[in-house]
């Protein structure tokens, strides 16, 4: 199972960006769950359909799995490469 990583306050005071490619994040993994319990072909398209042609919607269904694995991987690369500057807990910020 795909986890998401949630974004600490200090995070978001440096990178506030990071609250919507956490929601993003959050939307994928339960996308990516959901059609795979609605086509769980799709986890083997080739073994369960034996060299055959797959239905479309379970076809459509892999590839969209596929991205959804290749969106995951870059929003965690994009926050691991935001490194955000710590701040002391006790200053001022607004958030």
Request: charged letters at 20%; one cysteine or more; aromatic letters at 8%.
């Amino acid at each position: 199972m795909i986890t998401t990583a949630i974004p600490t306050s200090q995070d978001l005071r440096a990178a506030p960006e990071l609250a919507a490619l956490a929601l993003l994040d959050a939307a994928l993994v339960t996308a990516e769950e959901a059609l795979l319990a609605f086509h769980p072909a799709v986890d083997d398209l080739v073994g369960t359909f034996q060299g055959q042609t797959p239905p479309l919607r379970c076809a459509i269904a892999a590839i969209l799995v596929a991205r959804f694995e290749e969106l995951h991987e870059l929003v965690g690369w994009y926050r691991l490469s935001n490194t955000p500057p710590r701040y002391p807990a006790d200053d001022d910020f607004p958030f």
